[in-house]
C-alpha cells in the first residue's frame, strides 16, 4: 500500500506509517502544486494532509486508487465529504488531539492582542523604550463570549473562568447539561452574546451557516470596545466587516490565527496596529504534533486494512472505548452478511436485521453497516467498506430496516438477519459469547452451535444415513481435512443442515462431486 504526505506532519507519525509496512513519499509541495498533485495521486492508496491540500471532487476524479484520506487534524473543512462517500473513500481526522493547543493558542492571541504584546515587542526588538500606546485591559470581571461550545470552546471557557471572567456562549446544537457542565451560562440568540460580551471567541466549524456569522450587524450590536479572536476558521468573522469595525473603533483588537484565504500575506487585516495575526499555528506545537502524527498513522493503516476507525468523518461518530466493545459484533456481523451471496443466488429486496438482548443496548448502526458490507463483500470485493456499504444497498433499491428487541429467548445478545427476495426470506443469526467469541446460531431455521472460520463447507439434504459418511470419503479422496462438523435437523421436513470447517480450500470437482451424492440438495463452499 503507497501513502503521500502532502504536509508536514511529525516524524513519528512518518515512522509509524512505514513501521506498519506502508510504501510513503513525502512531498511537502504537493499541497499548493495542484497539477503535479494530480498527475500522481492515482499512484497512492491513501493520502494525509493538513489544512492547505483541497481535496475536492476534481482531485477524487484522478484519484482513481485512493481509500483513504487522513486528514493530520481536526477541522475536515478542505476535504469534500460527499465525494468521497460516494467512491466508497474514508475520510479519517484526529479531533481529539490538537484539541488543548488551539485552545492555549486561542488564550494566547487574546491576552496579547488585549495587552498588545506583539506591538511592543516590536518597538523594543528596533531599540525603542516606550511604554506609552500600549494601555491594555484586565480579563478579571469580564464577560467572555465563546460561539461554539465544543472540544475546544468548552477548554477555553474552563481556562478562562480562572481569570475571573464571566463565561457565556452560544451553542444551538448542545444540550443544557453541558452548559450547565462548564459553569457557562447559555445564550439563546447569537445577538445576546454579542451585546453582552467584552470579548468574543470563535470556536466553531466552518459551516454554510457560521460562515459570516459575525458580521456587519453584530458588530453594530456589540459593545464598543470588544475584542475578538478567531482561531477556528477564516471568515468565520467576516474579515471584510472586521476591518470597517476596527477603523470606526468598535472592535479594540483582535487575535486571528486563520484566515479566509490561506496562504495569505495580503489580507488588510495585515494593515491595521491592532490586530494580531499568527499564520495558522493553533496546532502546532510538539505535543499536539506528535499527538496527531501518530494517530493519523495508526488510523490511515486501520482504514486500509478496512477496519473501522474511531475518528472516520463519514462513518457514524465513535469512541476508543465504544470501538473495542463493538469489534467483535463487527466481525460477527460481517460473517453472517457474507453467507447469503455464498448459500443464495437470488436478488435482495429487502434486509432486516433485529438486534435483542445486550446488543441492543450499542451502536447498532455500525453493525448494521458491517452486515452490509459482508453482504456485498463477496460480489463486490474490495469496492465495498463500512463508508459505502448503506450507499450500495440504497443504489441497488434494497431496503435496510434495523429493528431491537429486549427479550432474547436463550441468548444473551443475539442477531439476526432476514434477506428477503422475490420469493423467499433467508435467516441467519448469531451471538456473541464471552465477549468475544463469534457464533452462527441459525440459518434458515436450523440450529447451530458454529464458530466461523475462514473455509466451511454449508450443505442440505434429505434427512437419511451415509450422508456424513460419503462427504467425509470424498473430501478425505481430495486431501482437505475436516476441522469441525455440525449438523442441524428438521424432523418435519426430513432434511438436515451440515456445517463442516476444513483447513483448505475445497475444488470445484470435489464440490460436484459431493453435489452428485444421493440425498445432497445443496453443496456450497464458503469462505469467509
Ligand atoms: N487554528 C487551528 O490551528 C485549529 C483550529 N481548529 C478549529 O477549531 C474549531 C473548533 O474545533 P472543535 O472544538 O474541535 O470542534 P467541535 O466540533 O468539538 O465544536 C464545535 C462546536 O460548534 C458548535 N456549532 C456548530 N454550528 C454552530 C453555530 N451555527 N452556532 C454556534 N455553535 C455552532 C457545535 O455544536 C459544536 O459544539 C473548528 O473550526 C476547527 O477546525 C481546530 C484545531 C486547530
Ligand atoms: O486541526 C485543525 O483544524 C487545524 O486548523 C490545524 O490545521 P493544520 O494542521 O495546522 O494545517
Redesign the pocket.
Known amino acids: 500500500m503507497k501513502v503521500l504526505v502532502t504536509e508536514k506532519i511529525a516524524d513519528k507519525g512518518i515512522e509509524a506509517l512505514k513501521n506498519s509496512g506502508m510504501e510513503v513519499d513525502v512531498d511537502f509541495q504537493l499541497c499548493v502544486e495542484r497539477e503535479r498533485l494530480l498527475d500522481v495521486i492515482k499512484n497512492y492508496d491513501a493520502i494525509v494532509v493538513r489544512?492547505v491540500t483541497k481535496v475536492n471532487e476534481e482531485f477524487y476524479q484522478h484519484a482513481t486508487n485512493l481509500k483513504v484520506v487522513g486528514r493530520a487534524?481536526?477541522?475536515v473543512?478542505n476535504i469534500e465529504m460527499e465525494g468521497a462517500t460516494k467512491r466508497g473513500i474514508i475520510v479519517v481526522n484526529t479531533?481529539e488531539a490538537?484539541?488543548v493547543?488551539?485552545a492555549e493558542?486561542s488564550i494566547g492571541l487574546l491576552i496579547a492582542s488585549c495587552r498588545n504584546i506583539p506591538q511592543a515587542n516590536g518597538f523594543i526588538k528596533n531599540r525603542n523604550w516606550d511604554r506609552s500606546g500600549f494601555k491594555g485591559v484586565e480579563l478579571q470581571g469580564k464577560t467572555l463570549g465563546i460561539?461554539?461550545?465544543?472540544?475546544?470552546?468548552s477548554l477555553v471557557a474552563t481556562r478562562m473562568q480562572s481569570f475571573g471572567m464571566k463565561v457565556v456562549a452560544?451553542?444551538?446544537?448542545?444540550t443544557e447539561e453541558r452548559f450547565k457542565k462548564f459553569g457557562v451560562e447559555k445564550k439563546e440568540k447569537?445577538e445576546d452574546l454579542v451585546k453582552e460580551s467584552d470579548f468574543i471567541s470563535i470556536?466553531?466549524?466552518?459551516?454554510e451557516?457560521?460562515f459570516g456569522?459575525i458580521g456587519e450587524k453584530e458588530f453594530k450590536l456589540a459593545k464598543k470596545g470588544v475584542r475578538v479572536v478567531n482561531?477556528?476558521?477564516g471568515g468565520i468573522i467576516c474579515e471584510d466587516a472586521l476591518v470597517k469595525a476596527m477603523k470606526e473603533g468598535i472592535v479594540a483588537s483582535a487575535g486571528i490565527?486563520?484566515l479566509v484565504d490561506e496562504p495569505n500575506t495580503t489580507s488588510p487585516l495585515l494593515d491595521i496596529d491592532n490586530v494580531i495575526i499568527t499564520p495558522?499555528?493553533?496546532?502546532?506545537t510538539v505535543e499536539a504534533q506528535d499527538n496527531v502524527g501518530v494517530t493519523i498513522a495508526h488510523e490511515v493503516v486501520s482504514a486500509l486494512k478496512g477496519e473501522m476507525v474511531p475518528n472516520a468523518v463519514n462513518l457514524p461518530t465513535l469512541h476508543h472505548h465504544e470501538l473495542e466493545s463493538l469489534q467483535s459484533y463487527l466481525e460477527l456481523g460481517e460473517v453472517l452478511g457474507k453467507l447469503y451471496h455464498q448459500l443464495e443466488r437470488d436478488a435482495i429486496q429487502k434486509i432486516e436485521v433485529i438486534y435483542s438482548g445486550a446488543v441492543a443496548e450499542m451502536e447498532t448502526s455500525v453493525i448494521t453497516l458491517a452486515i452490509l458490507k459482508g453482504v456485498f463483500e463477496p460480489i463486490l470485493k474490495e469496492r465495498v467498506n463500512y463508508v459505502n456499504a448503506s450507499l450500495i444497498a440504497k443504489n441497488r433499491g434494497i431496503s435496510v430496516v434495523e429493528s431491537k428487541e429486549t427479550v432474547n429467548g436463550n441468548y444473551m445478545n443475539k442477531i439476526r438477519v432476514n434477506i428477503v427476495t422475490k420469493d423467499k426470506t433467508f435467516t441467519v443469526a448469531g451471538t456473541i459469547f464471552a465477549k468475544k467469541d463469534a457464533r452462527i446460531v441459525e440459518v434458515n431455521g436450523f440450529e447451530f452451535d458454529v464458530i466461523p472460520m475462514p473455509y466451511m463447507l454449508v450443505a442440505n439434504n434429505h434427512d437419511k444415513p451415509g450422508m456424513i459418511g460419503q462427504m467425509g470419503t470424498l473430501l478425505g479422496a481430495s486431501k482437505v481435512n475436516i476441522a469441525t462438523m455440525q449438523v442441524s435437523r428438521n424432523f418435519k421436513a426430513k432434511e438436515a443442515m451440515m456445517f463442516l470447517t476444513v483447513d483448505s480450500e475445497v475444488a470445484k470437482e470435489t464440490l460436484n462431486l459431493i453435489g452428485n451424492i444421493d440425498g445432497i440438495i445443496k453443496i456450497n463452499f464458503v469462505k469467509l
Open positions: 489544512s487534524g481536526n477541522g473543512d479531533p490538537n484539541t493547543s488551539a493558542h460561539v461554539g461550545l465544543g472540544r475546544i470552546g452560544y451553542d444551538p446544537y448542545i447569537l470556536h466553531t466549524p466552518k459551516t451557516e457560521t456569522m482561531c477556528a476558521r490565527d486563520v495558522h499555528l493553533g496546532a502546532d
